[in-house]
């Protein structure tokens, strides 16, 4: 544990324990309650909680996902490669999800 980044170490692990707009953590709430998640699209400057609040929603349910950082790979051949095998393959999980 002390190898891990600062960001990383300190990283809400639930949603009760996540620090952001209470009106969107109140709706994502209620989706994960539902079991109904909808196609989700996080948008705001660098340090609002995107990634966090996505990890926290796929720790929430059981599927399948891949995180793809769009500042380290932001090319066609993301897409066609990693994004397009990913959906193309047979999961073992209900649902994929990626990030």
Do not use: W
Request: hydrophobic letters at 40%.
């Amino acid at each position: 544990m002390d190898e891990f980044l600062f960001v990383e170490k300190y990283r809400p692990q639930t949603l009760e324990e996540y620090v952001g707009n209470e009106i969107i953590k109140d709706k994502i709430a209620d989706y994960l309650k539902q079991g109904s998640i909808q196609n989700l699209l996080f948008h705001g400057v660098a340090g609002t909680g995107k990634t966090t609040l996505a990890k926290l929603i796929v720790n929430s349910i059981d599927c399948d996902h891949i995180i793809i950082n769009a500042s380290d790979e932001n090319n066609v051949d993301t897409v066609r490669n990693k994004v397009k095998g990913f959906c193309s393959t047979v999961g073992f999980k209900d649902m994929k999800i990626i990030i």
